[in-house]
């Protein structure tokens, strides 16, 4: 573990830790333990940003720090098998139809992912019954349902009400958040919750697998 | 009541009275109806004595509308953008039958026709990139590159004419190969200056420029037509006037795109703080092309990457803020009313805004998603406040949760005067019943 490169990433100092992630490397560290460094990092990130510490810039620069160390790491570990990581769970994700907006989405998916959970990105402007056949294919535990407008609140009501026609309802947990989302539009929706930001996402998803 | 002969030797406040009286006193306007014009006067005289922080006779109530009059009559989102007689028919039906205090402007809703053949790459609108019942919406791309920041700041115009508007453009593509106007000096350089302007791909980008322009003209005057009988027939006053926006919205919304401007509030800061600096002058000026003698003097600014969760407070205090509040300044000194439009939240900013430098009754805040509570605690006695009624209320409420809020919010934030009501966002869809709840139930409040 690299107490330097966990605190460069957490203070937002990019270019630091990118140099000191290119030295550990050159001196031998294992690749492995520089991507559990980052990891390390954005939990304290995302501590904060649930205490209202820090904000959406200070995730997106976070998450090209993760992306360029990665991507140091990456030729180190060819033909070396990691240990699988066990995932926490599934959560199929996707802005909702008539939506474009993807900056909460994306935000809310690499909190996810940081924080033990397989996403499976469908994109924005998402039909339902794109949805549905996510939910089908993958068996998520979670479906995340995105929006910026009130015009997505028809949509994810309808979305919801897809999975139902389905017969996927009940395999799931629908969580909803966006601009002018609300708890008002979440029993609108019939969804079974709201997060207002990234971190309320990581925290009812936890919830919902059983996981801390 | 015509300008002063001394309006330019009178204070920031007196100018501003002046141009509010000139509003109330509908310089220019012919009404219908002595009702509609008696109708203008006391709805436009609630506005301003809310706007001044004065109590008003009632209080006056707002629809901030997106799309909703054209779902509302039946029609699509399409259909606002590329139908006139519809545009027409939607904003009548929806005045008629609503009667907010103050008219919602046809001109929210562009012609189509004109992004299509300029190939506007900076929004979808509907039936072009998003549905047709689906408003238009911001594709966020970085149409400058972070490595632009110098050539920006070196020259903005030049910038935008051969760098900016080719990118967001497809139309004007051509234009990246004009050379600069700054070298058409002197007689021997002049037919030299002037040769692209004889290849055919570059003429085209001026016959369709000629197009558009024609049918701006066209849409304007169906516009003004549209507006004036709302306002004549009705006698419900525009309350907004000209339009602006914060410098750093200008960089991160029209040039950057959110994720980018967020990265170079790490990787970038001096050239951000130069470029806001250099877009003062251009935003301070930016909205008196809409404003005539006896409109109305706000000016209209949505606010969008300085809200609570798109940076730290700290951040906001020094790339958001200085820039922002030097165009409301400059606007303030002339009798203009800054009237800004916090979208998302400002929970953690209602310290900073109530700036000393910047005069008490001069600036109007309508709140999107912030505690109004906390509002009329920071505002009260410094400045107009208005909104956070919530549009998910009025599309998936019940009447009786539409009037138990409005009562509600009548109840904490109205006794003291200078507030209005008006929705969080802009509104696209609603219970038609809801509506009229939200309005009633205004109308009938007696402080």
């Known amino acids: ?212 | 009541m015509p300008k002063p002969d001394n309006f330019e030797k009178l204070t920031p406040d007196q100018k501003r009275q002046a141009r509010l009286d000139a509003w109330v006193n509908h310089e220019g306007i012919e009404f219908k109806t002595p009702e509609a014009e008696k109708g203008y006067r006391e709805r436009a005289q609630m506005f301003a004595d809310a706007f001044s922080m004065k109590k008003p006779k009632r209080v006056p109530v707002a629809i901030a509308t997106g799309f909703f009059p054209f779902l509302y009559a039946g029609y699509s989102c399409k259909d606002a953008m590329y139908d006139y007689e519809k545009l027409g028919k939607a904003m009548k039906k929806f005045h008629i039958d609503f009667m907010p205090d103050t008219a919602a402007s046809a001109g929210l809703y562009v012609p189509g026709r004109i992004l299509e053949i300029l190939d506007y790459k900076l929004y979808h609108w509907p039936g072009h990139g998003v549905p047709e019942n689906t408003s238009y919406q911001c594709t966020e791309a970085e149409f400058m590159k972070q490595n632009e920041y110098e050539a920006y700041l070196s020259d903005p115009s030049d910038y935008f004419i051969r760098c900016y508007l080719p990118r967001v453009m497809g139309a004007l593509e051509p234009w990246k190969e004009l050379p600069p106007f700054t070298n058409l000096l002197e007689l021997p350089f002049i037919p030299w200056g002037m040769l692209p302007f004889g290849l055919p791909h570059i003429q085209e980008t001026f016959k369709k420029l000629m197009r558009v322009g024609e049918i701006a003209l066209e849409w304007a005057g169906k516009v003004a037509e549209i507006d004036n009988e709302t306002v004549t027939t009705l006698g419900l006053p525009k309350y907004q006037g000209g339009f602006s926006k914060a410098p750093f919205d200008v960089v991160g919304d029209t040039m950057r795109g959110t994720r980018a401007m967020m990265l170079d509030t790490f990787r970038k800061r001096k050239e951000i703080l130069e470029s806001c600096e250099r877009i003062v002058p251009f935003m301070t000026q930016m909205p008196y092309g809409a404003y005539a003698w006896g409109a109305s003097p706000t000016v209209f600014f949505p606010l969008h990457k300085g809200a609570d969760s798109f940076m730290s407070p700290k951040d906001f205090k020094a790339l958001y803020w200085p820039s922002f509040k030097a165009v409301m300044l400059n606007l303030i000194k002339d009798g203009m009313i800054p009237f800004l439009f916090v979208e998302g939240s400002y929970n953690q900013r209602l310290d900073l805004i109530t700036d000393p430098d910047i005069p008490a009754g001069s600036t109007i805040w309508y709140f999107d998603k912030t505690d109004m509570k906390e509002v009329k605690k920071h505002l009260q006695g410094w400045a107009c406040f208005s909104g956070n009624f919530p549009s998910s209320l009025l599309k998936t409420g019940t009447i009786e949760q539409v009037k138990t809020h409005c009562e509600q919010l009548l109840k904490d934030l109205a006794g003291d005067g200078g507030y209005y009501m008006v929705n969080g966002a802009v509104l696209d869809e609603a219970i038609p019943e809801n509506l009229h709840a939200y309005v009633d139930t205004v109308k009938a409040y007696k402080a």
């Open chain 1, 1 to 212: 573990m690299s107490k330097e490169l966990i605190d460069a990433v957490v203070d937002m100092r990019e270019e630091d830790a990118v140099k000191i992630a290119e030295n550990l490397l050159s001196s031998g560290a294992d690749p492995l333990s520089l991507l559990d460094d980052c990891r390390e990092a954005l939990g304290i990130i995302g501590s904060r940003f649930a205490a209202g510490e820090c904000f959406v810039p200070e995730l997106i620069l976070a998450g090209e720090m993760l992306r360029q160390v990665g991507a140091l790491v990456k030729p180190k570990l060819e033909g070396k098998a990691g240990p699988a990581q066990k995932k926490l769970g599934k959560v199929v994700f996707g802005t909702v139809e008539g939506d474009i907006h993807d900056i909460a989405k994306d935000i809310v998916e690499f909190m996810l992912e940081v924080n033990g959970f397989e996403v499976i990105d469908l994109g924005v402007d998402v039909p339902a019954a794109k949805f549905v056949e996510a939910v089908q294919a993958h068996k998520p535990e979670v479906v995340g349902l995105s929006g910026f407008l009130t015009l997505a609140y028809d949509p994810m009501k309808n979305t919801v009400q897809a999975l139902k026609d389905a017969g996927l309802r009940d395999s799931v947990k629908i969580m909803i958040g966006g601009g002018q989302m609300d708890d008002q539009v979440a029993a609108y929706a019939k969804a079974d919750a709201y997060g207002k930001d990234a971190m309320a996402a990581v925290t009812l998803s936890k919830g919902w697998v059983g996981a801390k």
